[in-house]
């Protein structure tokens, strides 16, 4: 008997990776049988969301397509998958190797309402997606090629033996064609342009009418309110996050290095099934004598693949966080590794929370993130100029990227994930802290409140032992 009839289907997705199909995501080869377990109700969730966004359209046809390589012109850096999110957001279908997929949304037609175009299994696509309509992915531009010709036009054999077309041709009507497309979010106008893209101008060249939009318009609104699928995998990822940052606060301690804290909160992420949703950091944060300044993403980027000696007496500053299914945390915390604070770094470090907190406690619908910044900035200028060091914003969103698209000018709305971060610099000492919001209906729930924070909790965490240590290993005898 076929495996495929004796195993559930998270089981045989497994199956399938570990038989050799590339997984997309960040600091992993393989996909673990935890990812599986939560990749569970996906199918559901973008059949759900493939309706939403028809609602929203008001006609015209969408194109989503998926990624066929690296985005390297992407700000939202550290992950190697990040162009093919929308189309996993509306499929479930993880994986997208060259040429990549395409989902086609046409609400107006009559039976081609929602087709896929893939390389991959027909069965198994219409198995992860729910999308009844699937074709080689080389039929793409065959079928949008007749589709541009106005229904009118089309002639008797037309309508009978190119059935797709002509539907797409009926749900754009006469006139004016509506083309939704999910274009970067973020591009660099000095590399070269998405090769996924190049569709486009080969429709402009060939239809007047052909109006073309951003799908992220539509988009982004959907990614920023989490459905029940979402949560439940950025649960995940922040329950994960805390386990892996606890052992690094732990860990750090005199002659380590901030590296080798790194890759022991980074093991503990893939141990619980997790990847990472962006390169963690970590980094030195006391004895600061360098001129403060914005960083470029290449320094940045540096920064993080560095190494340096813990020495005693010294802060340490983590910036980390697991994803799960793309869904990523983001939390920053900062440790002293002789366990105890000194009074300088505990007057730095309570005023900073002080802070934190506040901004934190201000979190509710209707609030907008300018007005979040604004409480930052003002008491950490009441505090004798704090705010002089603080050169980035209070936060952002966090989901399925963890500086997720959206709306940074309107109020926060109920169901949105967000990241609340600052710090300062103070005299060489420095303090930052990073965490991860629920807006609620009536206020917010401050989803990394378990991870230890407040002074007496970090040192009596800093107690604890670590459950990973570095051993002296024997020269071997010859």
Known sequence: MPIRSKLPAACLAAVAVLAGTPAAAHGSGLLSLDAVKFREGHREAAIERRARLARQMKGGIAV????????HELYEFYTDDTENKDFVFLTGIYDAPPPGHVLVLNPAGSTYKEVLYTDMNSEEATRLSGIRHVFPRNRFLEHMSSALTDYRNLRITQLRFKEVPSDYARGWGA?????????PRFENLNEPPAARLAFVD??????????????GDLLDPMRMVLDGFARKNIDQAIAITGLGLQEGMKLARPGLSTLQVMHTIDHVYRLQGATLGF???VSLA????????????????????????ITAGSLVHIDTGAAMNHYSADVQRTVPVDGKFTPEQRRVYQGVLDVQKAVIAAVRPGVTWQQLQQIAEAQLRKKGGWDASYTYGIGHFIGMEVHEHGDYVGPLKPGMVIAIEQGAVVDGTRVAFEDDVLVTATGHDWLTRFIPIEIDEVEALRRQPAAFQPIAVPTPRR
């Open 64 to 71: 989503i397509t998926s990624a066929d390589r690296t985005q």
């Open 175 to 183: 006139g004016e064609k509506l083309l939704y497309v999910n274009y």
């Open 202 to 215: 080969r429709m402009r060249a060939a239809s007047s009418e052909l109006v073309v939009r951003d799908a």
């Open 279 to 281: 390169i963690t950091g």
């Open 286 to 309: 006391s004895n600061l004598n360098e001129k403060l300044k914005w960083e470029t993403t290449a320094e940045e980027e540096a920064a993080r693949k560095g190494d340096a000696r």
